[in-house]
């Protein structure tokens, strides 16, 4: 968790500044309280929330069902709904706006971070899958090669199944963590993690490649020998949006070697 921007939409004061106190004290920031529709759209556009925790009861014309449904459309932001209704006719409405989460009141504080938690990586996983659709997801995927993308920070935000298979990782495991902690390549003869590696992004500069075999570590501590391309990710403008490293491996070349 990096301090995730939360917007609350309650219209019981109390509650909503119990609310409020509840997720400082987990650690997200709170950039705003709305008690009506209305003032969610208003308030929600403003500051652009990483997360929209809504009752479903509100005053005004607007209820939490309808002004969850607007702001996912108009600015694709999640929501959680937060309420103590839990009749049939209710929930039914709610799935009808596609919510990342449902937490009844009364609630305890770790039921609310658990919920919050999940929400946050399913709209995750969600923009990733989305994301890998763009990249034409099956060509990737039928590649004789393995890939591993990242984003600007490093971190692993796709891998296709060769990669998983090499590795040992699958994507829903490895999304968010460090690419040398998924692409595990050591040198043979010191046995050191590749400096290229180590430094994680030196790829957007330039493109780097193995000259020689080196060994990909496993999540279960295979050895396998690998070549290795590792370079930048650029949108249609050109910008860099990540890297990605693609690998191949050589056993069988080196098994008819020895």
């Known amino acids: 968790m990096a301090n995730e921007r939360v917007f609350i939409v309650e219209d019981e004061g109390i509650v909503a500044a119990d609310l409020q106190t509840m997720l400082k004290r987990l650690g997200y920031a709170v950039v705003g309280m709305a008690a009506s529709g209305e003032e969610a759209v208003e308030g929600v556009a403003r500051t652009l929330p990483d997360l929209v925790l809504m009752d479903i009861r509100l005053q005004g ?7 969850a449904e607007h702001i996912m459309v108009h600015h694709d932001i999640p929501v959680t709904y937060l309420t ?3 009749d049939e006719t209710t929930l039914e409405r709610a ?3 596609l919510p990342y989460g449902y937490i009844l009141k009364p609630f305890e504080e770790r039921d609310l971070r658990t919920t919050i938690e999940l929400a946050l ?3 995750r996983m969600q923009h990733m899958m989305d994301k890998i659709e763009g990249w034409h997801a099956a060509t990737l995927q039928s590649l004789g090669e393995a890939v591993i993308a990242t984003n600007l920070q490093g971190h692993v935000t796709y891998m296709n199944s060769v990669a998983e298979s090499l590795t040992g990782w699958k994507t829903q495991d490895a999304y968010g963590k460090k690419l040398a902690d998924i692409f595990h390549a050591v040198d043979g003869a010191a046995r050191q993690l590749l400096p290229e590696i180590a430094g994680a992004f030196s790829a957007v500069k330039g493109v780097a490649r193995s000259q020689e075999a080196v060994f990909l570590i496993s999540r279960d501590q295979r050895e396998t020998p690998i070549s290795f391309s ?3 990710i650029k949108d249609e403008q050109g910008v860099i949006e990540g890297s ?3 690998f191949h491996d050589l056993s069988t070349l080196v098994k008819k070697a020895t």
């Not at 014309?61 to 002004?67: C, F, L, R, S, Y």
């Open 61 to 67: 014309e607007m209820d939490g069902i309808q002004t």
């Open 84 to 86: 103590a209704y839990a």
């Open 95 to 97: 799935k009808t706006t």
């Open 121 to 123: 990586y399913k709209y």
């Open 230 to 232: 590792l370079g930048p």
């Open 244 to 246: 990605a490293v693609v």
